[in-house]
C-alpha cells in the first residue's frame, strides 16, 4: 500500500501546492477539486494499482497536506456561507 501511495504523491508533485510540505507521507492528502467529478475515493488505496484509472482519478486532485488540506475545506465552507 504505501508503495502505491508513493507512486501517486510522486505523480502529483512530490508535496503540497499551497505550502510545499514533503515530510511525511501520511500527511499527503488527493482532494478533488470537483467533489461531482470523483468516480472512487483514492484513499481506499488497498482496491487500486496504479494505473491508468487511477492517473484518471489523480488528475482530478491536488496534492496538500492535512494542514492546508482542511483550510481548503474551510475556503469552500465559508464560499458557501457567502452565496446563501
Given at each position: 500500500?504505501?508503495?502505491?501511495?508513493?507512486?501517486?504523491?510522486?505523480?502529483?508533485?512530490?508535496?503540497?501546492?499551497?505550502?510545499?510540505?514533503?515530510?511525511?507521507?501520511?500527511?499527503?492528502?488527493?482532494?478533488?477539486?470537483?467533489?461531482?467529478?470523483?468516480?472512487?475515493?483514492?484513499?481506499?488505496?488497498?482496491?487500486?494499482?496504479?494505473d491508468d484509472r487511477v492517473?484518471?482519478?489523480?488528475?482530478?486532485?491536488?496534492?496538500?497536506?492535512?494542514n492546508c488540506h482542511r483550510?481548503?475545506?474551510?475556503?469552500?465552507?465559508?464560499?458557501?456561507?457567502?452565496?446563501?
Amino acid at each position: 500500500m504505501r508503495n502505491l501511495k508513493s507512486k501517486m504523491i510522486e505523480y502529483k508533485g512530490g508535496c503540497c501546492v499551497r505550502c510545499g510540505y514533503k515530510k511525511y507521507q501520511g500527511a499527503l492528502d488527493f482532494h478533488h477539486l470537483d467533489p461531482n467529478e470523483k468516480d472512487f475515493n483514492l484513499s481506499h488505496l488497498r482496491r487500486y494499482s496504479f494505473d491508468d484509472r487511477v492517473k484518471k482519478e489523480l488528475d482530478k486532485c491536488i496534492l496538500v497536506c492535512a494542514n492546508c488540506h482542511r483550510e481548503v475545506h474551510n475556503e469552500i465552507v465559508q464560499k458557501e456561507k457567502e452565496t446563501h
